[in-house]
Each structure stands twice: as structure tokens, then as C-alpha cells.
């Protein structure tokens, strides 16, 4: 009988990856972390910088970096590990909080932190299994989360190019207005981008709202996949006008209120 205790690296393990309810609790506790991180970018933006807010960017810096380090130490192949396009996002976001260490800001990096709250395998089955409202409208849950993230990102730039020189963009809620305006077309003129490097990120801004802002808006009140049972192969998302399963072909009596795809 093997009675040896497990290795730190295996505690650490089961924590991050384990289905219990201390593993759970972590996890959700990770995302918390994440939700403050962003209050944090958002409430700062009211106000001058500070000695204390600069210590609070490196403080959720270590605790990243700590979560960044662990889950590379814990991995099975660290270097697909670095390579995974959500870790190269946490690792961004980290350095972002820590730039002030070396006297540069990258705060518009920040938001990409983001990325990860429902990009994880594992919280996403805990986030089923535990709420069924999200079971029920993960696809609609998601794509929102999408749009934020796109929004929050494209909000952060507009505020770090144009604070301190552009007096119509003074905190996050200025430079959230301009993106917005700007993502809809509808365009009030009253903020505007100043500078050529202004100019270059409004048309930016433009482009990505005639094609990503409103196929995200369209996923989110017509998400592209119905959910529906299929009695024979048990096939669950099914194309919006399907007539039959693509698995096994049998019809599907998908319930439908007659609208055009």
C-alpha cells in the first residue's frame, strides 16, 4: 500500500484541475480575481495617478505571475503550455501590470486578462454543472463576454493614446462613449481623436464595427446554433434552419417562429 504524501506539485495539481469542492473554490476564486482586476482598470481611470495605484497594478502583477508560473510548472508539456494562445494572453496581461516596474504603460494591455474568464475547459463544466441558467445560455453568455472583451480593449487604447493630450477624453467612460459612438456608426462628432494616430485608430475602430462589433451583436440575439436533441444520435447543436441531423440524418422537428436565418 502506497502511503507517501503527495508532492507539492500534485496539491497544485489537483487544486487547479481536481472536481472537488475545494478545487471549486479555487477556481471560482481565480475568476473573482480576474472581475477585480478589471473594476480595478475601470474605477482607476477616474483618477490621477498614484504611488498607490501603481502599487496596486504590480500587486496584481506578482498574483498573476504566481497563477502564470504555477499552471507552466504543473503542466505536462510546458512548452505547448507557452505557446497556447490564451497563456501567451495571460502572460501579456501580466507583463502589462507589471510595466510600471519598468517605466513604460502598457495599461491597455490589461483588459486582455479577460480572455480567460470563460476560455477555461474546467471552468466552464463547473459553470455548467453548478448554474443551469448558464447551461442554458452559455452561447449567448459567451458571445457577450466576447463583446466586452473587444470593447474594453478597444475603450482601453482609445484612453491611454488620448488621455493627458485629448480634453474630450478624460477617464474610461469618455473613451467608452467614443468607442461605442464610433462601433455603431452612429458618430455624434462631439469626441473626436486627435492626431494622426488618433485618425488611424478611429478608422481601426470603424472597420472592426462594421464586421466584428456587429456579428457579435447578431450571435447574441441569434446565436448560430439551436439546441435540440436529436431521439437518434443524441446530437445536441444543430444548424439554425436545419431540416435534418447532419450526424445521422434523421428530420428534425426543430420548433422555429419563422424568421430568416
Same mark, same amino acid.
Given at each position: 500500500?502506497?502511503?507517501? %504524501?503527495?508532492?507539492?506539485?500534485?496539491?497544485?495539481?489537483?487544486?487547479?484541475?481536481?472536481?472537488?469542492? %475545494?478545487? &471549486?473554490?479555487? =477556481?471560482?476564486?481565480?475568476?473573482? #480575481?480576474?472581475?477585480?482586476? *478589471?473594476?480595478?482598470?475601470?474605477? /482607476?481611470?477616474?483618477?490621477?495617478?498614484?504611488?498607490?495605484?501603481?502599487?496596486?497594478?504590480?500587486?496584481?502583477?506578482?498574483?498573476?505571475?504566481?497563477?502564470?508560473?504555477? =499552471?507552466?510548472?504543473?503542466?505536462?508539456?510546458?512548452?505547448?503550455?507557452?505557446?497556447?494562445?490564451?497563456?501567451?494572453?495571460?502572460?501579456?496581461?501580466?507583463?502589462?501590470?507589471?510595466?510600471? #516596474?519598468?517605466?513604460?504603460?502598457?495599461?491597455?494591455?490589461?483588459?486582455?486578462?479577460?480572455? =480567460?474568464?470563460?476560455?477555461?475547459?474546467?471552468?466552464?463544466?463547473?459553470?455548467?454543472? &453548478?448554474?443551469?441558467?448558464?447551461?442554458?445560455?452559455?452561447? *449567448? *453568455?459567451?458571445?457577450?463576454?466576447?463583446?466586452?472583451?473587444?470593447?474594453? *480593449?478597444?475603450?482601453?487604447?482609445?484612453?491611454?493614446?488620448?488621455?493627458?493630450?485629448?480634453?474630450?477624453?478624460?477617464?474610461?467612460?469618455?473613451?467608452?462613449?467614443?468607442?461605442?459612438?464610433?462601433?455603431?456608426?452612429?458618430?455624434?462628432?462631439?469626441?473626436?481623436?486627435?492626431?494622426? /494616430?488618433?485618425?488611424?485608430?478611429?478608422?481601426?475602430?470603424?472597420?472592426?464595427?462594421? /464586421?466584428?462589433?456587429?456579428?457579435?451583436?447578431?450571435?447574441?440575439? =441569434?446565436?448560430?446554433?439551436?439546441?435540440?436533441?436529436?431521439?437518434?444520435?443524441?446530437?445536441?447543436?444543430?444548424?439554425?434552419?436545419?431540416?435534418?441531423?447532419?450526424?445521422?440524418?434523421?428530420? #428534425?422537428?426543430?420548433?422555429?417562429?419563422?424568421?430568416?436565418?
Amino acid at each position: 500500500m502506497n502511503t507517501a %504524501r503527495p508532492s507539492l506539485k500534485e496539491k497544485l495539481r489537483q487544486l487547479y484541475y481536481a472536481d472537488t469542492e %475545494r478545487s &471549486d473554490a479555487f =477556481r471560482y476564486g481565480v475568476v473573482v #480575481l480576474d472581475l477585480c482586476a *478589471i473594476l480595478y482598470i475601470i474605477v /482607476s481611470s477616474f483618477f490621477e495617478r498614484t504611488h498607490w495605484m501603481i502599487a496596486a497594478d504590480i500587486t496584481f502583477g506578482v498574483l498573476m505571475l504566481a497563477d502564470y508560473l504555477t =499552471r507552466m510548472w504543473i503542466a505536462n508539456r510546458p512548452l505547448r503550455f507557452l505557446i497556447n494562445p490564451l497563456n501567451l494572453a495571460d502572460a501579456v496581461a501580466t507583463l502589462s501590470f507589471m510595466s510600471p #516596474l519598468f517605466g513604460i504603460n502598457l495599461s491597455f494591455l490589461r483588459v486582455v486578462r479577460l480572455v =480567460r474568464l470563460l476560455r477555461s475547459y474546467h471552468v466552464l463544466t463547473q459553470l455548467r454543472e &453548478d448554474f443551469t441558467y448558464f447551461k442554458e445560455k452559455e452561447d *449567448i *453568455i459567451v458571445s457577450s463576454t466576447n463583446l466586452c472583451i473587444f470593447l474594453f *480593449i478597444m475603450t482601453e487604447l482609445v484612453l491611454v493614446t488620448q488621455k493627458g493630450s485629448n480634453p474630450d477624453v478624460n477617464n474610461f467612460l469618455d473613451a467608452l462613449y467614443f468607442t461605442v459612438t464610433t462601433l455603431t456608426t452612429t458618430g455624434f462628432g462631439d469626441v473626436t481623436l486627435q492626431g494622426t /494616430s488618433g485618425r488611424v485608430l478611429s478608422i481601426v475602430i470603424m472597420i472592426f464595427g462594421v /464586421s466584428l462589433f456587429i456579428r457579435l451583436i447578431q450571435t447574441i440575439f =441569434r446565436p448560430h446554433k439551436v439546441k435540440h436533441m436529436c431521439e437518434a444520435c443524441g446530437l445536441y447543436y444543430h444548424e439554425a434552419d436545419a431540416v435534418c441531423c447532419k450526424h445521422c440524418g434523421k428530420v #428534425l422537428p426543430i420548433p422555429s417562429d419563422g424568421t430568416p436565418v
